[in-house]
DNA sequence: CAGTTGTGTCAACAAGCGTTCACCGAAACT
DNA sequence: AGTTTCGGTGAACGCTTGTTGACACAACTG
């Protein structure tokens, strides 16, 4: 019958890899990748040191293996944010709650995104900037639709896109480092940053 | 005659701390400072491994020390920033300038404060966050002082001051990452940028 | 000049690291 | 059924790590 099982061995290794992907990024919350010792993930999994190699060839390599799944589950985020409706303020308001959310979801990721992105360790950075362009590109596309972008250059179109995403990534940032408690001020200082960005969208061709 | 010496001891004291602070920051430049290593960092001055403790409790410590003397260097740019003169493009030019000059001037500093911010040892993240903070106080201060400023609020003027300042902390980095050729693209976009900003502040209170 | 202070040295420690190799046993293939 | 493939094991290697204590000797203090 159900013969999706693709074999129980890739099936276990999948499980192990995942694990210690997990395990690396719970590690990260209090030191930097650079300083991650193999054998540290190896202990949290509860399995020898010697087998992290049948995975990753070093903590590097699940450095980048780390960043593909932590800005995946961002690329959902994307569509959302921008298929909101409503005027300005409220498209605002809303993007804002969502980037709160998934920092709560998924805080660790975050975390590690913001660590790592000017981290110490160069394939890693490599990733995280790659990824973060392509985050601007569909971006930019996004924006480019709306009829506010009449007339802008593809160029200033992207320079736009990257003032987004670098604040959005600046503001999960400040959401994960706000004591319980102050959410709220992060969350104001946002939306009015947005919203002076978006003033001055609005009048880029004046 | 020389009665200014302060004591031999204490000035070679200082001449070992500062040659501790320039190797820990050229090591900096590969790694994070959570794997960053007291031994490595004495062995690069060429003293013994226990000498360090005379000077520093832990590479944490050091951390600190080196905020201190990165952001010191920048809270002298903050004063010549802002009292340019010209006109809106003319100032936003000269901004970008004298940040890329910095950046060229200070790279290690700048790369150490851009990777730590967000790094894996607390206290210096927390040093970072409280000198950032200071100098947003610092511009929002200078640009009360500005005409373009009437009838905005304490707060608005902090929010604009923090978007400055992380841009700034950001264009900074761009300037870092940039292969050499391409300074002149990242200018142009923080130009870009800021001046979007600036037109955002201008419309702020229509 | 005698006594104190303090930066730097040397030896030693237990513990951790990444990486190697030969080996096991179950899953997968033919 | 016989063979190959491969994720995981365990021991061992050479090296690095932070921290300790006792000691040297130049610089200060009175």
Redesign the pocket.
Known sequence: MSHIPV????T??RK?RQALLDAALELLEGQSLSSL????VTRAVG?????F???FR??ADLGVALVEEALGSLHEMIGTTLAATGDSDERIARTVDLIAVHVGTHAAHVRFIARERHGGVQPVRAAIGEQLDRFAEEVAVELAAHPESKGWSEDDMVMLARLYVDHMVMTASAFLDAEPGNEERVASLARRQMRLVSLGRRHWLD
């Open positions: 074999g129980i061995r890739q276990q290794k192990t010792g193999l054998r540290e399995i020898a040191p010697t087998a190699y049948r995975h070093s903590t």
